[in-house]
């Protein structure tokens, strides 16, 4: 029985159980049917999707889907009739993993091999060794049986090239044959590979192994169907032999011209490292099975195992996988040689070069994530095929604390490293609480209410709370997961509390403390403490930080890597420098080759392969060049990486900007970038294909949550900004969050938009700059760029931004002094003690100070100065105290104000 009907058999049992078909909610889950069944999750749903097409199923909507039994489908034909019209002619196939997927090219061409007219065409299979080049010349023949080409009993013959390579004549003998007395030792006639292997396929392994002659013999029989045996002068001898070669060397420098020539179909099969996630996480599992099957015992594997397992496939593809976990399954099956029930296969059992596999998997999330909805636990393989873990293994209460702390000390075991340590314990927490959370049981509930059923209800509201915050702050992968994650771990922790268990640090040094995450676990800690009376320990906060971490929604989307080359010791670097300075897009891969003029075009084009070998380009390369043969670089830098590569000449640092900002906006192509700049020639000035804009208004738009307050705020500043650059004729338009696309579409129908500054980027055609960056002072320098103005270069003449923040947060704290009157001098202030101090602070913390030392100028307005303890405040540095007390000068001559030596403590202890 095919597996599409054992999904349909096993609906129509649930549907006759259950009474189901009349009612419109019932119905199962993909996971529950793959569960049941045994088979992987995606076979599953593959299966569902097709009965769905054929109208033998019906989907009812929800999370996560369910699907029944179609009301009507008792009266329609069997469905294994429907099924083997549709599956037959490719069932050679169907058993091949990424079939429909990244070997779909290969397989297509292997078809068109077998069926072409009139006896299919010759191939080569080019891979590295243990990529299936055998297993996919056994499937061409199998195919051929199934469409008619050959006769059920027709030969499929296989000859390594490489037994006999030290003796040529002897190799040639084997694959044409030879007759009595043609060398030594023939004593009689023998018939070849190619006679035993008529109207059938002779594979040649290692076919690059056969020397020139033996190519020559070869290819002459492929053009005219005759050979002769070794010792025969005449080519008498016919043959109908379809003949599939393989090798692991590049063809074009093993084998002759014109040998290669009539071998018109030549597949190329990937390296195992290079194919997706979810096929290596397939052919594991079918391996394992194998496995399973030879000792005929169920085998778990640990999640740790599996990716530490899946991360270390290189150079040996799958014929090293199968010997990796073969070797797994021998030792795990001598250490539980005395016991019942399955073997088990863990980290720590693994050889120090599998281990390390798992270093390359915590780098990418998403890739851990694929993991997870393959195997949300632990991998259990049984001699039938994959299935459930032991009920034992189920049902585990939600444990944070013991799941790090058990992670983090096998880690620290092995010696990795800390930082690395954070990777991996981020991506296992994330599998985590996805696997709490996806569990079967009252998921028609809400998260609200599944909640209920384990803690309080005040409790629940107060988790609510703390999600609402979390999210003002930054994008969470699933609000749902998160506030279930945190509801669970907020019980466990006060149930610890009762019960006076101590918390180990084991993440201690593991986390970042200057993180957004560890900052949000703060603000999360002094909610608690201030809730429920009670104290919480930083240990706590770290963990919060780290589930904070684990369900923080990443940008997870690849980018075209830009390449600037230019001629000159230090040209490019000097140009992607300021490039990176005015526009900081740290997701964009920005490489700068300078080319000293004695350095010769080919060791350049070595240099700019190496790295970019190096580097993930998978979305291809834009190649910024300056002039002559950096030019030409693109088609040579294509063929040697395997990627898209276009190339752009006359470079300027406009242009790399744009390249910037364009390849910031995730998910764009190389072509749209590509020919987006193609017509680009500066922020200054309008492209030719920008002639509507030529009539418009120019504006810039400044985005904040309401649109009012903050977004009018932002818009003063941006004026100042464009009048101090003498650009007050383009206008500043504020919107707010809501509806903001179709508020977008309707300014650009009347104005030219130049720029979007703000909290969020609509990723429109146009440069965004966020608020952080006008804050800090780079956004002034960014925004003058794109509209065309001179870049202030006096230290004086960039504080447009600073004064208009410092000036509004001194109008509500000043009752007496006029802030647009004194912010002027206390920018003065602050760059004096720069200069004094020899120090240099951001916009931030220059903002600060402002706030600070205008209410102490008001103090001694009302005569209400500060008194400085230095007891409980710390001694002052006398040397920085005289250098403050002397800029502070400034006040008295300017406002007749002098400040208290106390208050010029207070202001040095903010340094």
């Not at 009739?81 to 169907?94: L, P």
């Not at 002759?256 to 397939?282: C, D, G, Q, V, Y």
């Not at 508020?743 to 030219?752: D, G, P, V």
Request: some cysteine.
């Amino acid at each position: 029985m095919k597996r599409i009907e054992k999904v349909y058999e096993y609906l129509q049992d649930f549907a006759a159980k259950n009474n189901a078909v009349q009612d419109a909610s019932a119905g199962l889950t993909a996971t529950e049917i793959a569960d049941n069944l045994g088979f992987l999750r995606s076979n599953v749903s593959r299966e569902l999707n097709r009965l769905y097409r054929m109208g033998k199923i019906v989907k009812i909507s929800g999370r996560p889907v369910l699907y029944n039994v179609a009301a009507t489908a008792g009266n329609a034909e069997p469905i294994s009739d429907k099924i083997n019209m549709q599956t037959e002619e490719k069932s050679a196939f169907s058993d091949l993993i990424g079939a429909d997927d990244s070997l779909k090219t290969q397989v297509e061409q292997a078809k068109a091999a077998i069926i072409y007219p009139p006896n299919g065409l010759h191939t080569l299979i080019v891979g590295q060794t243990g990529v299936g080049k055998t297993l996919l010349a056994h499937m061409m023949f199998e195919y051929g049986k199934e469409a008619g080409r050959f006769s059920a009993n027709a030969p499929f013959v296989t000859f390594n090239c490489a037994d006999y390579y030290s003796n040529p004549q002897l190799l040639i003998s084997h694959i044409f044959g030879h007759i009595k007395g043609a060398f030594t030792g023939a004593d009689k006639a023998v018939p070849g590979l190619i006679e035993t292997a008529d109207e059938g396929i002779l594979f040649l392994d290692e076919i690059h192994r056969l020397p020139p002659e033996g190519q020559e013999m070869i290819f002459y029989f492929m053009d005219t169907g005759t050979f002769n045996r070794l010792g025969e002068t005449k080519r008498e001898r016919t043959a109908n032999v379809l003949i599939i070669g393989a090798t692991t060397e590049n063809p074009d420098s093993v084998l002759t011209k014109t040998f290669k020539r009539r071998i018109p179909n030549i597949i190329s099969i990937p390296p195992l490292a290079e194919r997706p996630l979810k096929e290596k996480l397939e052919i594991m599992t079918v391996l394992f099975t194998e496995e399973a099957r030879s000792i005929k015992r169920p085998v778990k594997i640990s999640s740790d195992a599996v990716k530490a397992i899946v991360g270390s496939i290189g150079t040996g593809n799958v014929g090293q996988l199968k010997s990796n976990i073969r070797l797994l399954c021998a030792q795990a099956f001598l250490n539980g040689i005395r016991t019942d029930g399955h073997i088990e296969i863990t980290y720590q059992m693994l050889p120090p070069k599998i281990k390390s596999g798992i270093l390359s998997m915590s780098r990418a999330r998403e890739d851990t994530a694929l993991i997870s909805r393959y195997i949300e636990k632990d991998l259990y393989v049984t001699p039938t095929n994959r299935g459930k873990l032991p009920k034992e293994d189920e049902d585990e209460p939600f444990n944070l604390y013991q799941m790090v702390e058990n992670k983090v000390n096998m880690l620290k075991r092995e010696g990795i490293a800390e930082d690395l340590i954070q990777q991996i314990v981020v991506a296992d927490v994330n599998m985590y609480v996805k696997s709490f959370y996806n569990q079967n049981d009252d998921v028609s509930l809400s998260v609200y209410d599944r909640l209920l059923k384990i803690i309080d209800i005040d409790m629940v509201k107060f988790a609510q709370q703390v999600v609402d915050l979390v999210e003002r702050y930054m994008k969470l992968v699933s609000y749902e997961r998160f506030l279930y994650a945190f509801g669970l771990h907020l019980s466990s922790m006060f149930n610890r509390l009762k019960d006076e268990q101590p918390i180990h640090n084991v993440l201690e040094g593991t986390v970042d403390m200057n993180s957004v995450e560890f900052k949000l676990a703060t603000k999360i800690k002094l909610m608690i403490e201030e809730k429920y009376d009670i104290s919480v320990s930083k240990s706590e906060t770290e963990y919060f930080a780290m589930l904070l971490q684990s369900l923080k929604q990443e940008d997870k989307s690849q980018r075209v890597v830009i390449a600037v080359a230019m001629h000159g010791e230090y040209t490019a670097s000097s140009m992607v420098n300021v490039a990176r300075k005015l526009y900081s897009a740290n997701k964009t891969t920005l490489l700068a080759f300078d080319m000293p003029l004695e350095c010769r075009p080919d060791d350049m084009l070595n240099k700019i392969v190496d790295q970019l070998q190096n580097t993930d380009c998978r979305e291809g390369v834009l190649l910024l060049a300056d002039m002559g043969s950096l030019c030409s670089f693109g088609p040579i830098l294509e063929e040697r990486l395997g990627v898209p590569v276009k190339t752009l000449g006359m470079v300027t640092t406009p242009f790399v900007l744009e390249a910037m900002r364009k390849v910031d906006i995730a998910g764009i192509s190389l072509s749209a970038v590509y020919d987006s700049l193609k017509t680009f020639t500066g922020y200054g000035y309008t492209s030719m294909v920008d002639s509507q804009n030529e009539t418009k208004e120019k504006a810039i738009v400044t985005i904040c949550s309401t649109g009012k307050g903050t977004a009018e705020k932002l818009q003063n500043i941006v004026i100042d900004i464009l009048v101090d650059a003498s650009m007050n004729h383009i206008k500043v338009i504020p919107i707010g969050l809501i509806d903001m696309h179709e508020k977008l579409t309707q300014i650009e129908r009347k104005y030219h938009i130049m720029a979007i500054i703000g909290v969020k980027n609509p990723h429109i055609d146009a440069p965004f700059i966020p608020i952080e960056q006008i804050i800090s002072g780079e956004g002034d320098i960014i925004l003058r760029e794109i509209i065309g103005a001179d870049i202030p270069m006096k230290k004086t003449e960039k504080n447009v931004v600073l004064r208009r923040f410092c000036e509004d947060g001194l109008q509500d704290m000043l009752l007496y002094l006029n802030p647009s009157k004194i912010v002027g001098t206390l920018l003065k202030f602050i760059d004096t003690l720069e200069e004094e101090l020899k120090i240099k602070w951001d916009n931030p913390h220059k903002l600060r100070l402002v706030i600070h030392i205008g209410c102490a100028l008001e103090r001694m307005v009302t005569h209400s100065g500060l008194t400085y303890d230095e007891n409980s405040t710390g001694e002052i540095d006398t040397e920085k105290f005289n250098m403050v007390k002397k800029a502070a000068e400034i006040f008295t001559t300017t406002f007749q104000l002098k400040l208290t030596d106390d208050e010029l403590c207070y202001i040095l202890k903010m340094f």
